[in-house]
């Protein structure tokens, strides 16, 4: 019969556990933050075709533009390849101005626990 000397019981117990913490902190360390969504509105879908297919909707929710900026950004981002209707391209703009647009409130992004670490003050 095979037996283990304590030596060989302590390193495999070590060795697992080593496993079990390098899995949890796998699973802590690659959540994502929830995934951004563009809110209801009369372009949403028209915004989702054009801009959703080569980037996250953050990069989009993330701005603050007036009018002007956002027909600066849809018409270069037509440009660059997005599949604008120029039937569409207006109820676009005010659909991206409305919601996205200087007066609303700066964009706060989202956080998953393992990315919230605020560092505490100690006072010495």
């Not at 949890?24 to 969504?37: I, K, N, R, T």
């Not at 989009?60 to 849809?74: C, S």
């Amino acid at each position: 019969m095979f037996k283990c000397s304590p030596f060989d019981f302590l390193s495999r117990l070590v060795i697992a556990l080593c496993g079990v913490l390098l899995c949890g902190a796998v699973a802590v360390f690659s959540q994502s933050p929830p995934e951004e969504q563009l809110p209801a509105g009369a372009a949403k879908e028209k915004a989702e075709a054009a801009c959703l297919g080569c980037h996250e909707a953050r990069i989009i929710v993330q701005q603050r533009l007036d009018k002007t900026a956002w027909t600066k950004e849809v018409d270069k981002m037509t440009k660059w390849g997005a599949e604008v209707d120029p039937k569409d391209r207006d109820a676009l703009i005010d659909y991206l101005s409305t919601n996205f647009g200087p007066d609303q409130p700066a964009y706060e992004a989202p956080r998953t626990e393992a990315g919230s670490t605020k560092k505490s003050k100690s006072k010495h």
